[in-house]
């Protein structure tokens, strides 16, 4: 049971424009929402992180839109750059127990077009 | 700083055979988790371990185990392997916990086949 839809599967943007990239989930019980990039050969990097209390969180030219009662969070990156190709996750954590084990989404190839 | 690594970088092994996989977290760092990444996927949740207890556990076989030493290196063991487990096998650190405020760090990651 995937508990993180991630869309779209892949994106492309033209350098300067807006990137938006969606996330659901299911568990109610998640409780705190980041955002991962991944360059080929590296482990994810947090981007930005947000919890259910704030509907907004900005960062840079990182933003991250939230949800509560529709359950979807997404990630916006602003004035886009070829530097963010890259692939982006979106993950959830909170499901009790006292770990902090993420679950992630599938993943968004992201590709700026100079 | 060195940051979380991990070794070895890529390992090649037969099925039915077993491995161990090492991770070292940022110098501070009590809390290291392991995650499976196969190809096309996002990085699926394996172990918690802070202060050498187990903390959580994903939905894996009991074919992997892990531990966690007193200077807060971990291992990550996977027997009898199966070809399904060919991914990138990532370890994380923290400081503490994540949802309190606390950055998660990734290592590179280990490549594994089973051939």
């Known amino acids: 049971q995937q508990q993180v839809k991630q869309s779209p599967q892949s994106l492309i943007v033209q350098k300067g424009g807006i990137s938006i990239i969606n996330c659901a989930y299911e568990n109610t019980a998640f409780d705190y929402f980041p955002w991962y990039q991944q360059f080929p050969g590296k482990g994810p990097a947090l981007l930005i992180a947000i919890r259910p209390d704030v509907s907004e969180k900005k960062e840079g030219r990182f933003t991250i839109s939230f949800n509560k009662s529709a359950k979807q969070f997404s990630l916006h990156i602003m004035d886009s750059q070829p530097g963010d190709s890259a692939t982006y996750f979106c993950a959830a954590s909170g499901s009790g127990g006292g770990a902090d084990g993420l679950t992630f989404g599938k993943g968004t190839h992201l590709i700026i077009q100079p | 700083d060195a940051g979380v690594t991990q070794s070895p970088t890529h390992l090649i092994k037969t099925r039915g055979q077993h491995v161990t996989l090492r991770c070292s977290p940022i110098?501070?760092?009590?809390?290291v988790s392991w995650y499976q990444q196969v190809l096309g996927q996002g990085p699926q949740f394996i172990f918690q371990y802070y202060e050498k207890e187990e903390r959580g556990r994903g939905n894996f076989p009991d074919r992997f185990s892990a531990r966690q030493f007193p200077n807060y290196s971990s291992e990550l063991n996977v027997n009898a392997l199966l070809l399904g487990d060919s991914a990138l096998y990532l370890c994380?650190?923290?400081?503490?916990?994540?949802?309190?405020?606390?950055?998660?760090?990734f290592g590179s990651g280990t490549q594994l086949s089973v051939l």
């Open positions: 994380a650190s923290s400081s503490g916990s994540i949802r309190l405020g606390e950055k998660l760090f």
């Open positions: 110098s501070g760092h009590k809390s």
